[in-house]
C-alpha cells in the first residue's frame, strides 16, 4: 500500500513525464533506484541524456506566487545532489550504450492544486552537482 506521499510523488513523475514528451524528449527509464540514490526520469533528447529530479508539492494554485519564501527547488540540497550524481554515475556504469554520452541534470517542480485537477509546473535546466 503506498503512502499519500509516494502517491503525490508518483501523480508529479507521471505529469513531469508527460511534460517532458510534450517537449520532444524520449524516456529512456524511470525510478532508477539504489540504496545511494535515485534518478526519477532519464530521457533523451538532442544528443544529451537528461538526468530529471522530480519535486511535487501540493498548493492553492489560486493564491499562487511565483516569490513564494518556500520552493521546491530548495529540496535540492548539497547532499541530495551527492546522490544524484552517484545515482547518474552508476546508471552509466550500468548502461554502457550511454557511457560516452553527454549529459545533465534537471529538476521539474510540480505544483499540484489543493483543490482541482490542475498542476503548474516549472523546469529548472542544467544544473551544477
Request: glycine share 4%; net charge negative; hydrophobic share 35%.
Amino acid at each position: 500500500m503506498k503512502t499519500e506521499k509516494r502517491e503525490i510523488g508518483d501523480k508529479g513523475e507521471d505529469l513531469s513525464a508527460m511534460f517532458l514528451m510534450k517537449q520532444g524528449h524520449k524516456i529512456v527509464a524511470r525510478n532508477c533506484w539504489k540504496p545511494w540514490g535515485e534518478i526519477d526520469i532519464v530521457t533523451k533528447k538532442d544528443g544529451y541524456l537528461h538526468f530529471v529530479e522530480v519535486k511535487t508539492v501540493i498548493r492553492d494554485l489560486s493564491q499562487f506566487r511565483e516569490d513564494e519564501e518556500y520552493s521546491p527547488f530548495d529540496n535540492i540540497t548539497f547532499d541530495k545532489k551527492k546522490r544524484i550524481s552517484r545515482a547518474i554515475k552508476t546508471f552509466l556504469l550500468e548502461n554502457r550504450e550511454f557511457t560516452n554520452a553527454d549529459w545533465q541534470a534537471d529538476v521539474i517542480a510540480v505544483y499540484l492544486d489543493k483543490n482541482s485537477d490542475k498542476h503548474k509546473i516549472d523546469f529548472l535546466e542544467d544544473i551544477d552537482l
